[in-house]
């Protein structure tokens, strides 16, 4: 049986995002609402809610994209939950950078 990991990423009740890599999504979304670890980002800004989620078969693809997605703004985040891929592609060019979501 082949193993999957998850890139996935959170709504925060202050509106912030946090991006992680599991293997296990719904048992870690868990862990996070019940503030398994209170040195995590999620800890004071609970609850969190699944927004986004997509699955890998290699690790290390999955912590890959995992740092890249770390990196992009807010917008691309955003249509990225979206499935914005022309929006995505738009703001990586710096293109929309001054509009209003």
Known sequence: MQK???V???RCADGSFYVG???DAEKRVAQ???GYDEESYTHTRRPVTLVWASEFSDVRDAI???KRLKGWSRKKKIALIR???ERI???ARG???HERL
């Open 4 to 6: 999957s990991y998850w």
């Open 83 to 85: 499935d914005d891929w």
């Open 95 to 97: 293109k929309d950078r």
């Open 21 to 23: 890599v599991t293997n």
């Open 89 to 91: 592609e738009a703001l």
């Open 8 to 10: 996935y990423m959170l």
């Open 32 to 34: 996070h609402n019940l």
């Open 64 to 66: 890959f994209f995992e």
